[in-house]
């Protein structure tokens, strides 16, 4: 996989467990849960946008502010976002380490 694209799964996971505690931390805490280490989190993740192309940081971006999910795997030639068929030729061998887009929902895909 593409060094770009994992580390933007790696960021989309990042936002989704930040999300996930800022939605229901008082719950979780009520239940006992602890939340230690979210400034750590948070610092991870402001490390790993800087190592991120600028171009597709801001693609993420601005695919966060319209979809719960920017970066979406592809199951059985289907955009696991929108469940648009994938042509064969993003499957092809020369688009192997390629950042490519759905080109129906516009969501980044990955083939895991």
């Given at each position: 996989m593409n060094p770009q694209l994992q580390m933007l799964v790696i960021l989309q996971n990042l936002d989704d467990m930040l999300g996930e505690v800022e939605t229901h931390g008082a719950e979780l805490k009520g239940l006992g849960f602890k939340h230690e280490g979210i400034d750590?989190?948070?610092?991870?993740r402001e490390e790993l946008c800087g190592t991120i192309d600028p171009r597709y940081l801001s693609m993420y971006l601005?695919?966060?502010?319209k979809h719960d999910q920017a970066v979406v795997?592809?199951?059985?030639?289907?955009c696991t976002g929108c469940?648009?068929?994938?042509?064969?030729?993003?499957v092809s061998?020369?688009?192997?380490?390629?950042?490519?887009?759905?080109?129906?929902?516009?969501?980044?895909?990955?083939?895991?």
């Open positions: 750590k989190l948070k610092a991870d601005r695919l966060t502010e795997p592809v199951r059985k030639n289907l469940f648009a068929n994938i042509p064969s030729s993003f061998k020369t688009n192997v380490n390629l950042v490519q887009k759905c080109e129906s929902c516009g969501r980044i895909l990955y083939w895991p």
